[in-house]
Structures are given as structure tokens and as C-alpha cells.
């Protein structure tokens, strides 16, 4: 299995830019379709983004789009999200997550990060 590790969260103004991480480790990467997640607090967890294999093919919620960017690295096992013009209702904490399985929704995700905050002020 494999273990992931997200890096980057923090506090940024409104219209800022912020660039998460999350590092893989214990599996072999290019196996895996990757997502960011969010939850905000209150409210359910949320797909934000989602990147195949290949790196090729990629989702974006309609919250994010055009905003958000997902990418990632398969040499150095890391996938990364892109996050520009934040709103104060980006304000969640965002995880990284993986699955083998080709539908990434929420439940079909086998394998969590711990979790980065994400502060979007006004």
C-alpha cells in the first residue's frame, strides 16, 4: 500500500496563490489515479480535483475550475495542486488521496493524507 503526505497549506489572502504537495511513498506511484480533496468545517468532504495515471486526463469541480491546476510528477511519486485566485471559500482542509480503482469518487478512495489547512482571509 501506499502512504501520502500533503505539505504547502496555510493562511493567504483572498485573490492568493497557494501550491499544495503530497508526497507518495510505499507503492508504485504511476499505478495510481490521484485526487485533492477538501472539507470545510461543517460540511462533507468534497472532490476538488483528480488526476489519472497518465497525467493526461484530469477533473476539476466547477468551484475550482479555472482556478485550480492538478498535476503531477510520477519520478519524484508527487502530485500537486495549483490553487490560484483563492476565495475565503476555499478555506477547507485539503487531502491528497490515491486508488487503483478508475472512479475517484470519495468512497472509491483507498488511501488518505493526513490532511492541510488552507485559510483563505478577506
Known amino acids: 500500500q501506499v502512504q501520502l503526505v500533503e505539505s504547502g497549506g496555510g493562511l493567504v489572502q483572498a485573490g492568493g496563490s497557494l501550491r499544495l504537495s503530497c508526497a507518495a511513498s510505499?507503492?508504485?506511484?504511476?499505478?495510481?489515479?490521484m485526487g485533492w480533496f477538501r472539507q470545510a468545517l461543517g460540511k462533507e468532504r468534497e472532490r476538488v480535483a483528480a488526476?489519472?495515471?497518465?497525467?493526461?486526463?484530469?477533473y476539476y469541480a466547477d468551484s475550482v475550475k479555472g482556478r485550480f491546476t492538478i498535476s503531477r510528477d510520477n519520478a519524484k511519486n508527487t502530485v500537486y495542486l495549483q490553487m490560484n485566485s483563492l476565495k475565503p471559500e476555499d478555506t477547507a482542509v485539503y487531502y491528497c488521496a490515491a486508488t487503483l480503482q478508475s472512479i475517484m469518487e470519495t468512497k472509491a478512495m483507498n488511501y488518505w493524507g493526513q490532511g492541510t489547512q488552507v485559510t483563505v482571509s478577506s
Open positions: 488526476i489519472y495515471r497518465s497525467g493526461g486526463s484530469t
Open positions: 510505499g507503492g508504485t506511484f504511476s499505478n495510481y489515479n
